[in-house]
């Protein structure tokens, strides 16, 4: 966790049992797009995902995911699991400034360094 803070990631919100139901909170405001985000959980980098929408709106697919979206069940689970073991589940996020830049190209954050960060930090909820 420590080297995701490290490369500018912040906490921005986190995920609450609400009468059995799954819900996030964002505390954050992230307007940007292209944003990699990761679920940690006691100080363990669970799962990192990137997003060309906006935060909230990735969010809400881990909150009610439709039956053909694999991941967004498994982590919804993995989620609903740990909080009912009273263990919190916080939502960090590294927002795409827009400001890489390769001549007249903008290069996103997210998207390079997504899988970077998987191989190397091995989250447990990355199934690849």
Same mark, same amino acid.
């Given at each position: 966790?420590?080297?995701?803070?490290?490369?500018?990631?912040?906490?921005?919100?986190?995920?609450?049992?609400?009468?059995?139901?799954?819900?996030?909170? &964002?505390?954050? =405001?992230?307007?940007?797009?292209?944003?990699? $985000? !990761?679920?940690?959980?006691? #100080?363990?980098? /669970? %799962?990192?995902?990137?997003?060309?929408?906006?935060?909230?709106?990735?969010?809400?697919?881990?909150?009610?995911?439709?039956?053909?979206?694999?991941?967004?069940?498994?982590?919804?689970?993995?989620?609903? &699991?740990?909080? =009912?073991?009273?263990?919190?589940?916080?939502? $960090? !996020?590294?927002?795409?400034? #827009?400001?890489? /830049? %390769?001549?007249?190209?903008?290069?996103?954050?997210?998207?390079?360094?997504?899988?970077?960060?998987?191989?190397?930090?091995?989250?447990?909820?990355?199934?690849?």
């Amino acid at each position: 966790m420590k080297r995701l803070v490290e490369i500018g990631f912040i906490r921005v919100g986190d995920w609450r049992l609400v009468s059995g139901r799954l819900v996030f909170g &964002i505390d954050v =405001a992230i307007d940007s797009t292209n944003v990699l $985000y !990761a679920f940690v959980s006691e #100080g363990e980098v /669970r %799962y990192i995902g990137k997003t060309t929408r906006t935060l909230p709106k990735r969010m809400q697919g881990y909150q009610n995911p439709s039956s053909s979206q694999s991941t967004n069940i498994r982590n919804n689970t993995e989620i609903k &699991i740990l909080l =009912a073991l009273k263990k919190n589940v916080d939502i $960090y !996020a590294l927002p795409d400034t #827009g400001l890489l /830049r %390769y001549g007249e190209f903008s290069i996103n954050l997210a998207a390079g360094l997504e899988d970077g960060l998987i191989g190397t930090l091995k989250p447990a909820w990355n199934c690849r």
